[in-house]
């Protein structure tokens, strides 16, 4: 089983020390999340909460993901950043290429791209993007970055994006991952037929296996299922013990996407106290396992 950690719910100003003690601790993985904005005036309903008004507040800081990424790697050797999730039909691909490719190659091709069609309409409109069949235009979008990515003289002829021979460089060193977000139906089927894999939120452990289950049946429908596959998720009713992951991993769930300050009761706690909590994250439930 490997572990990512979220950095939401911490200062941005601590994110190189606390990637650093997560790295240490034997972390695999930290995720960063990604908004460009929030609006005064917000009329979209959040989809993961039952009234659909997000929980995070206005203020809450969204460093830009590459930018903050290359900063971090920088500092680290082995440790991998995802996005969760990145929304990217909010943006031209051809700039999520270069920065997500650029990313890659600067740290060594540690890079996971996980995107989600988005729901706030809002930024869509600021951004200069349709929010309508975002859903459609994603797929083109991920086709569009893996060609990009080859690296040579390519060319891409589709619906929504067509463009001759041209070159983007330096490719990243290895094809970049690209996890399909989202727990609808439609986006199930999507991450089955032309993701690298799923990457959920936040679920009871049946709940998930629930949603697991559908994956893999989408998968043998599409044809997909002799493929690796990535499925990444938190479990919010049960603790990361050892029997707890051997559970997962029998399941499909590759990566267990988690908080270790949320588990001590913390919400933007001091650097101090998520350093610690990070510490015994790792000393409780890593070790155990490697």
Known sequence: MRFCQSLMFSSPDDWIALTQVAE????????????????????????????????????????????????????????????????????????????????????????????????????????????????????????????????????????????????????????VPVLVGGHTDIALRRAARIGDGWMGVYYGLDELRGYVDKLTAYRREYGTDGQPFDIQASVVDRLPSPDVCAELAEMGVTTLITSAWMMEGLRNGSRDENVRALETFGERYIAPLR
């Open 24 to 175: 240490r601790a034997g972390f695999d993985q930290v995720s960063l999340s990604d908004h460009v904005f929030y609006p005064d005036k917000l009329d979209s309903s959040y989809p993961y909460t039952p009234d659909g008004k997000p929980m995070f507040p206005a203020d809450t800081p969204w460093p830009d993901v590459w930018v903050m990424t290359g900063a971090l790697a920088a500092v680290t050797e082995r440790i991998t950043f995802s996005t969760h999730v990145y929304v990217l039909p909010s943006r031209n691909p051809f700039v999520v290429a270069k920065a997500v490719g650029t990313a890659a190659y600067l740290s060594g091709g540690r890079v996971v791209l996980g995107v989600g069609a988005g729901w706030m309409r809002e930024e869509f409109i600021q951004l200069e993007q349709p929010f309508d069949r975002r859903g459609a235009r994603m797929e083109e979008q991920i086709a569009v970055l893996r060609t990009l990515w080859r690296g040579g003289m390519v060319e891409h002829h589709g619906e929504f994006y067509d463009f001759d021979r041209l070159e983007m460089s330096p490719p990243p060193p290895a094809a």
